[in-house]
């Protein structure tokens, strides 16, 4: 059990750390729960929200499951969505996905177990649709079909509706030299935001 006491130990020596530096940094978090960014990834574990983007604790508040899915029948996804709209007030939503995702490349090796066939359902859909591109391809596919997933949600057009500025963005992560692409694929309440940046080109791989 020496792996899991470990992770106990490096916990108090990390909340040693943060008081030491920021201090009243718990205390302060302790009443308040404003993060702006609300973080849809993969469940990787080298794909942690916030170590990737620098932000404290309260900073973004994360959902994270197999291969980043914005389904509108996953109950869990759907009560963050609503909590972090209606209650947290979020201004961004980012859907982060990454390269070499190992569940993409199972749908594309058609080597899914069990319930994953079916929780990647719209994955092998659209590599169908796709005409089964390569894997870096699929997951940069894979993210903005669920930037689109989420801009037809209802709960998002609902508050679009009401004229809240909400941004969905959708982001892919390079696990190899640790670097975030941005897919340009920005989306807000007016149709036009969309071009946020006119070309975006893949950066190379080392
Ligand atoms: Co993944």
Redesign the pocket.
């Known amino acids: 059990m020496k792996e899991i006491s470990k992770l106990l130990d490096n916990n108090k020596t990390w909340a040693q750390n943060v008081e030491k530096n920021i201090p009243g940094f718990f205390r302060k978090l302790e009443n308040q729960h404003k993060p702006k960014f609300l973080w849809i990834g ?1 469940s ?1 574990s080298r794909v942690p929200a916030d170590q990737l983007i620098g932000v404290m604790p309260g900073e973004v508040f994360v959902h994270r499951n197999i ?1 980043n899915q914005v389904i509108n029948t996953d109950i869990n996804l759907m009560c963050v969505l609503q909590y972090a709209i209606d209650v947290l007030k979020v201004k961004h939503i980012i859907v982060c996905g ?1 390269y070499g ?3 993409i490349e199972a749908v594309m090796k058609d080597q899914t177990p069990g319930l994953l066939a079916h929780w990647l359902e719209n994955v092998h859909d659209l590599m169908e649709r796709k005409g089964k591109p390569n894997l870096d391809d699929m997951c940069e596919l894979n993210v903005k079909l669920q930037v689109r997933n989420l801009a037809l949600n209802s709960l998002v057009r609902k508050a679009w509706e009401r004229g809240r500025n909400l941004y969905l963005h959708g982001w892919i992560y390079s696990i190899s030299n640790g670097l975030i692409h941005d897919l340009c694929i920005t989306r807000g309440r007016e149709e036009h935001d969309e071009a946020r940046c006119a070309a975006a080109q893949r950066p190379a791989q080392p």
């Open positions: 993969c990787d291969s990454h995702c190992g569940g």
